[in-house]
Structure formats: structure tokens, C-alpha cells
């Protein structure tokens, strides 16, 4: 599933781990997946504080699903 809004990810944006929530998932020019991920905790990044950051689809570690048994994490890969 490309689409992630909603969700809960978890990834790395210039080498610096993130986790939030995905506001928005697109497919972009030439059919690349990105996803605007709101931050739980912001990061710096060159010298400015960011809270809201773009993960390409390959930058996406894991991605956090709420089923009827519960809650828990998939790896991506």
C-alpha cells in the first residue's frame, strides 16, 4: 500500500532517525511515492528547527498499523 496517511512511520531524513505521522502521501513526477510526515519531536536541521519533513518511500523504516489484535510495527524493506 503506497498510501500512509494517517499512519504512523518511521525513518531517516539526512541520516537523523524520525518518527510521525504521515499528513500526506503522493506520487510524484515520473511515479516516485513521498510522504509529508508531521515529527513527534523536532529535529535541526542546518541551523533550523524542523517539524514537518519529506520521506521519500525508500526512507520509510517502518510503518505502524492499528489492527483488531492490537497495535505493532512492519519493517519495510
Not at 19 to 24: A, F, K, N, R, S
Not at 28 to 33: C, D, P, Q, S, T
Not at 50 to 63: G, N
Amino acid at each position: 500500500m503506497w498510501n500512509l496517511e494517517g499512519q504512523t512511520v518511521r525513518g531517516v531524513y539526512f541520516d537523523q532517525p524520525v518518527e510521525g505521522v504521515v499528513t500526506l502521501s503522493r506520487v510524484k513526477y515520473g511515479g516516485a511515492v513521498q510522504h509529508t510526515v508531521d515529527l513527534f519531536h523536532s529535529i535541526t536541521m542546518f541551523g533550523e528547527e524542523r517539524t514537518i519533513v519529506l520521506l521519500d518511500a525508500s526512507e520509510v523504516v517502518s510503518v505502524e498499523s492499528n489492527d483488531c489484535d492490537g497495535l505493532f510495527y512492519w519493517d519495510v524493506a
